[in-house]
C-alpha cells in the first residue's frame, strides 16, 4: 500500500531534517502504532480483505521494514552530518582564538619593541646629557605609556641645565670678583688709577666701571685743589715781594 510508504518516509525525513535525530525514534514509534490502528479499526475495503487473507502478513510488515530501514540508514548519517557539522563550528571557534590570540601577541611585540627603542632612545639621551651635551631634550616618544616619563625627564634635565648655568654664572662672578679685588689692592698699593679689563660679567664690570669713574672724578678733584693752593702760595710769594 503506497499511502503507508510515504506515511513511513515522508515525515521521517522531514525530522530528520528540522529536529534533533533522536526525535527519529519517537516519531518511528507514534508511525508504528498508526499503523497498527489503522490495520486493526479503520473499516477495511473487500480489496483490502481479499490482500490480507492471500499474504497478510506482508501488508503489515511492509511499511514496518521500511521504517526501520529509513530510521536505520537516515539516523547516522544525519548525525554524523551534525557531528561534522558541529566539529566544523569548533574549528572555526579554534581558529578564530588562535587568530586573535596571533594577532594580540603580535601587537604585544610590536608595542614592546617600540618601547624598547624609546627606552633606549631616552637613556641615550641621558648619557649624552650626563657627558656633558646639555642642549639635548627628550624628544616625545612613540609609546603613549612613556610620555609622562619623557616630560618629567625634559623638566629634570631643564632645571639640570639652569643649575649648571647658576653654577658657571657664580664661579665666573667669584673670579671676575677676585680679578677686582686683586685690581683694587693694586691701585692701592702703588697709589695709582684703577686699571681693569672687562671681565665679561656684567655686574663685576658695571662695579668696576663706577670704581674707575669715582677715582677719575677723585683725582680730577685733587688736581684743581693741588692747582689751587700752587696759584694761592705763588699769589703770596709775589705779594711778599713787593
Known amino acids: 500500500m503506497p499511502i503507508f510508504d510515504i506515511i513511513v518516509v515522508e515525515p521521517t525525513l522531514v525530522a530528520l531534517a528540522l529536529l534533533p535525530p533522536s526525535s527519529v525514534f519517537i516519531l518511528a514509534a507514534i ?3 498508526f499503523i ?24 503489515v510488515t511492509r511499511p514496518l521494514y521500511l521504517l526501520i530501514f529509513v530510521v536505520g540508514v537516515c539516523y547516522p548519517v544525519m548525525r554524523s552530518v551534525l557531528c561534522a557539522i558541529v566539529m566544523g563550528d569548533r574549528a572555526k571557534k579554534i581558529a578564530k582564538v588562535q587568530h586573535d590570540q596571533a ?15 624609546d627606552i633606549a632612545q631616552m637613556v641615550e639621551m641621558l ?5 656633558g651635551n646639555q642642549q639635548l631634550r627628550i624628544p616625545i616618544p612613540t609609546s603613549p605609556s612613556l610620555g609622562p616619563i619623557a616630560d618629567s625627564l625634559n623638566i629634570l634635565l631643564a632645571r639640570i641645565r639652569r643649575s649648571i648655568q647658576s653654577d658657571y654664572e657664580l664661579q665666573h662672578t667669584r673670579q671676575a670678583a677676585m680679578l677686582l679685588l686683586e685690581a683694587l689692592r693694586a691701585s692701592k698699593h702703588e697709589q695709582e688709577l684703577l686699571q681693569l679689563r672687562y671681565v665679561g660679567n656684567p655686574i663685576i664690570d658695571a662695579i668696576a666701571m663706577e670704581l674707575m669713574a669715582d677715582q677719575k672724578h677723585a683725582s680730577l678733584k685733587t688736581s684743581q685743589k693741588h692747582g689751587s693752593s700752587h696759584l694761592l702760595q705763588s699769589r703770596i710769594e709775589r705779594g711778599e715781594e713787593s
Open 31 to 33: 508511525n508504528a502504532a
Open 36 to 59: 497498527g490502528l489503522i490495520f486493526t479499526f479503520m473499516p477495511r475495503t473487500p480489496d483490502l480483505i481479499q490482500v490480507m487473507q492471500f499474504d497478510g502478513h506482508e501488508v
Open 103 to 117: 594577532e594580540r601577541e603580535a601587537r604585544i611585540a610590536r608595542e614592546k619593541s617600540v618601547l624598547d627603542q
Open 127 to 131: 648619557t649624552q646629557t650626563i657627558n
